[in-house]
């Protein structure tokens, strides 16, 4: 299981948000290529972007620091989030050297366009599921919808989708522990591996997404825990290590 380091920008910044609330953020760097090289330097072998004015943009606004941080770690695999709804944002990101494309609103709002962006750029694309009691949020969150997340997720399993990354919003940012219920819940609704997100706090939370991963789980993102310390990137890592392979 990948630890996986989150980048969140904002206006050119490193910031971490509560609850996906714009006017809920905290600022950590306004040096975000800095910021990464602080976790390639901590061992992570995946980092996690989010373009957080893109996502209520509905296209990318971030996108010059993500290529910078694409190129200072050409091997480095980088996956991309937030304001991405069409082909042609796909291919900036993966000509930019970006390995995987999170794409989140628009495969709620129009499914068939994920099918479509697996065969244009086979093995680089990620959907995004947030969802609140259940139920995928769309739009920086700002919309709920009426859909259950696990029923969208066995939507896709036949498309080529490389791993779907579940977002708690109730959790996300809040320090409250990671909801390895519903968690395990999405990876069991389909064959799509599946990589937690929010409200990871610890390592108690890496020991018990670990304990279920055998049944689909291949990654954790981390954001707030990392930057107020309360997580070691390296020692997660080791942990997830120590009892397998590092890389599912």
């Not at 010059?64 to 200072?72: F, L």
């Not at 995004?128 to 696990?150: F, P």
Request: charged fraction near 25%.
């Amino acid at each position: 299981m990948l630890i996986i380091p989150a980048i969140d920008l904002k206006d050119g910044q490193c910031v971490r948000l509560r609850q996906g609330l714009m006017e809920d953020s905290t600022v950590f760097s306004d040096e975000p290529v800095a910021m990464a090289r602080r976790w390639v330097e901590a061992g992570c072998r995946r980092l996690h972007l989010v373009d957080l004015n893109g996502a209520f943009a509905g296209e990318p606004v971030n996108g010059e620091v993500v290529a910078a941080i694409a190129a200072a770690w050409p091997e480095l695999p980088i996956q991309i989030g937030g304001g991405i709804r069409n082909l042609e944002t796909i291919e900036h990101y993966v000509r930019a050297g970006v390995s995987y494309v999170i794409i989140g609103t628009r495969a709620v709002k129009d499914p068939a366009f994920v099918a479509e962006a697996c065969a244009a750029f086979p093995g680089r694309i990620i959907v995004g599921l947030d969802a609140k009691d259940g139920l995928v949020a769309t739009d920086g969150w700002a919309e709920v919808s009426t859909l259950r997340a696990d029923d969208l997720a066995r939507r896709f399993e036949s498309d080529g989708v490389s791993a779907i990354v579940y977002t708690d919003i109730a959790r996300d940012g809040m320090m409250q522990g990671v909801n390895v219920e519903a968690t395990l819940a999405m990876a069991r609704a389909s064959s799509i591996p599946v990589i937690a997100s929010g409200g990871i706090t610890n390592l108690d939370d890496i020991r018990a997404l670990y304990a279920v991963a055998a049944e689909g789980i291949c990654g954790a993102i981390t954001g707030r825990a990392i930057y107020e310390g309360t997580l070691d990137v390296a020692e997660a890592q080791r942990l997830c290590d120590a009892h397998g392979d590092g890389e599912s």
